[in-house]
């Protein structure tokens, strides 16, 4: 796994996972998972973020609780600045296409308003995974310890490629974070920050045929002081 998981070519391989099998996870897998992500680099060690692990009744208890609240017309909370606000056209128009991607491989049309909640409400479905994460910080963390927390769970995200597995990042868990942190009884001190979907992927479930298309490196990337690069 550890040389897998460091391959490039794999690694642009990976994609996020929408549709699982329903086998479940051996609790040692996920454990090793972990501590794949609590490897990634961490400015001053500090290594922020806890990673809340639900499976069987657990997980689906959270995901009632909030299918319910949702239900009942529970607001959101807005704990901390995900997109930026307004968003910017160029970045509005990378949203749209990849929303319309998914909606298109699902059979949902752009204005089935019905249809695209339903989907959206799978977020708090944990997408079907048998495994959910629940992925935490401490309030007090600067906005540094954010980007360490987001390289220990792409850590995570490649080592499961690496084993076989897919995942998915669930940025939607924090706009209900203090029902998830009620229902997980978390301490006042930690911050919802996303979930992750964990398991086997369907190979038959259509939004698992949807990719989304990245950035040219041109577009992304500069570079200056090789010998092959024309400087001015």
Excluded: W
Excluded at 8 to 24: K, L
Excluded at 84 to 93: G, I, Q, R, S, V
Excluded at 116 to 121: D, K, M, P
């Amino acid at each position: 796994m550890t040389g897998a998981g460091q391959d490039p070519a794999r690694a642009a391989a990976r994609r996020s996972v929408r549709g699982f099998r329903a086998d479940p996870l051996p609790r040692e897998v996920v454990a090793r998972l972990l501590e794949a992500a609590r490897a990634a680099p961490s400015g001053a060690n500090l290594q922020p973020g806890r990673f809340h692990v639900l499976a069987g009744a657990p997980l689906a208890g959270l995901s009632a609780a909030l299918l319910a609240g949702i239900a009942a017309g529970r607001p959101m909370v807005s704990e901390y600045s995900y997109f930026p606000t307004p968003m910017p056209p160029h970045l509005k128009a990378r949203q749209r296409a990849a929303g319309f991607a998914l909606y298109d491989a699902l059979g949902i049309a752009r204005r089935d308003l019905d249809g695209r909640r339903r989907q959206f409400e799978e977020n708090y479905r944990f997408f079907g995974a048998p495994v959910g994460i629940v992925v935490t910080i401490e309030r007090g963390m600067g906005k540094g310890c954010f980007m360490d927390l987001g390289m220990a769970i792409q850590s995570l995200l490649l080592a499961a490629h690496a084993e076989g597995l897919g995942t998915c990042g669930i940025g939607a868990l924090a706009n209900y974070g203090d029902l998830v942190a009620g229902h997980l009884c978390l301490p006042p001190e930690e911050m919802v920050v996303c979930g992750i979907a964990l398991g086997r992927a369907d190979p038959g479930h259509p939004a698992n045929a949807v990719r989304t298309e990245r950035l040219a490196l041109a577009d992304f990337a500069s570079f200056s002081g090789f010998p092959d690069t024309p400087e001015g």
